[in-house]
């Protein structure tokens, strides 16, 4: 759980989605999670806007001044680090045949889907507080103020990663493509990725498509592309892996008509990146990619 505190209405662009690839899934009846943000996020064109004060106090944001307020991240899934996903966790409403359908309809008509996240520029005083071994040691549970929890000032950057979704050549598989990482032909999962002796995929982040399509929201017949990214965000120190995760789990919540929160896409993709995928991150990257813009960010637990 953590308590994020909104310091700039600045860009905030996820899940950015093209307009006809928005229109098809609102005229499709398809539940969209973010769909409640989207009228205070975005424009028709699709930018990125400036929220007004009066648009700030419909999301929680104070404007008065001397009064912080943020956003308290509470997950309603029930995790644990250290431990497997519990049996069941996600609840799907749509086959992965319709979901394909879905795919395959939309190409014949010219329609894209992509999900673009913000990776993090900026991580001021408290870098580090948030990884998960930080957070145990010091977070007292018998803080009564904020003051006295770790936590960390983070800011998005301008580059980004985008993912495109499109339906995969074989029907009955996961295929994963990211030039700029060498993975220049499909690297295909035919149904679920076995976990090792650990609980970890066998080849890391190169199983994250299949694991979170395929195990979490039991879909098939679906190609995950990662589009091109700036050589200097490609040097590494930006959160690209929490940019990925993150869009992962929302894809395959939107594919699979599975309704996360936010907070849910936060717990589950930092659980996943140190556990089943053998990583080290607290969720910085994460909350950059969801929220975009400057943050204080306060961790609970």
């Known amino acids: 759980i953590i308590f994020s505190t909104f310091y700039f209405a600045g860009r905030i662009t996820f899940p950015s989605i093209t307009r006809r690839s928005l229109f098809y899934f609102i005229r499709g009846g398809v539940l969209f999670p973010f769909g409640a943000h989207l009228s205070l996020l975005f424009s028709l064109e699709m930018k990125a806007l400036r929220i007004p004060a009066p648009a700030l106090l419909r999301r929680g944001i104070s404007t008065t001044p001397g009064v912080v307020t943020g956003s308290l991240f509470a997950p309603t899934l029930q995790l644990r680090h250290g431990e497997p996903l519990p049996e069941g966790l996600l609840k799907p409403g749509r086959t992965y045949a319709e979901a394909r359908a879905i795919l395959t309809t939309s190409k014949l008509a010219d329609i894209t889907f992509s999900v ?37 000032l983070t800011v998005a950057s301008g580059f980004t990663s985008t993912i495109t979704i499109e339906a995969a050549e074989d029907p009955e598989s996961i295929e994963y493509i990211a030039s700029d990482y060498g993975i220049n032909t499909p690297y295909r999962v035919k149904g679920k990725v076995v976990l090792n002796n650990n609980g970890r995929c066998p080849k890391g ?22 589009e091109a990214i700036a050589p200097m ?4 120190g930006m959160e690209s892996s929490n940019v990925f995760l993150t869009s992962l789990l929302a894809v395959g919540a939107m594919l699979s008509d599975t309704p996360l929160t936010e907070a849910d896409l936060f717990a589950l993709a930092v659980k996943l990146e140190n556990d089943e995928f053998a990583g080290l991150t607290g969720g910085q990257g994460h909350l950059c990619c969801l929220l975009g813009g400057a943050h204080r960010h306060v961790w609970l637990s």
């Open 116 to 152: 673009t996240g913000h990776m993090r520029g900026l991580d001021g005083p408290g870098s580090s507080l948030d990884l998960p071994e930080f957070q145990r040691r010091l977070t007292d549970p018998n803080a009564k103020s904020l003051a006295e929890l770790p936590s960390t």
């Open 205 to 226: 982040m190169l199983d994250a498509p299949g694991y979170v399509l395929a195990n979490l929201f039991g879909l098939r017949g679906v190609r995950v592309t990662v």
């Open 233 to 236: 965000a490609l040097a590494g």
